[in-house]
Nanobody, 114 residues
Framework: VQLQASGGGLVQAGGSLRLSCAAS????????IGWYRQAPGKQRELVAA???????NYAESVKGRFTISRDNAKNTVYLQMNSLKPEDTAVYYC?????????WGQGTLVTVSS
């Protein structure tokens, strides 16, 4: 499985961005895709995840502001980020889990200016 993340950039506080994670390869084996982020000097943390059955979960810090969704026809998962805050600044990574393996895409940088 290969994951291609895109959509990062520079935005002012209060603004919005949409990240995309396009999956290719043996996507039938994937049972969940998530977005993680890592800010400078901090550990990588789960932001949001969506499972094959459609259930989702979010970090408390982004609930009500971020929405994860997917387009099965395009094998793409999106992270819509609204009301962005400077503390959302981080490199965002998409991750896919299969029963045996975890896959990571390259990161995409999100910078939120105050």
């Amino acid at each position: 499985v290969q994951l291609q993340a895109s959509g990062g950039g520079l935005v002012q506080a209060g603004g919005s961005l949409r990240l995309s994670c396009a999956a290719s390869g043996s996507t039938f084996s994937i049972n969940a895709i998530g977005w993680y982020r890592q800010a400078p000097g901090k550990q990588r943390e789960l932001v949001a995840a969506i499972r094959s059955g459609g259930s989702t979960n979010y970090a408390e810090s982004v609930k009500g502001r971020f929405t994860i969704s997917r387009d099965n026809a395009k094998n793409t998962v999106y992270l819509q980020m609204n009301s962005l805050k400077p503390e959302d600044t981080a490199v965002y990574y998409c991750n896919a889990n299969s029963p045996r393996l975890a896959y990571w895409g390259q990161g995409t940088l999100v910078t939120v200016s105050s």
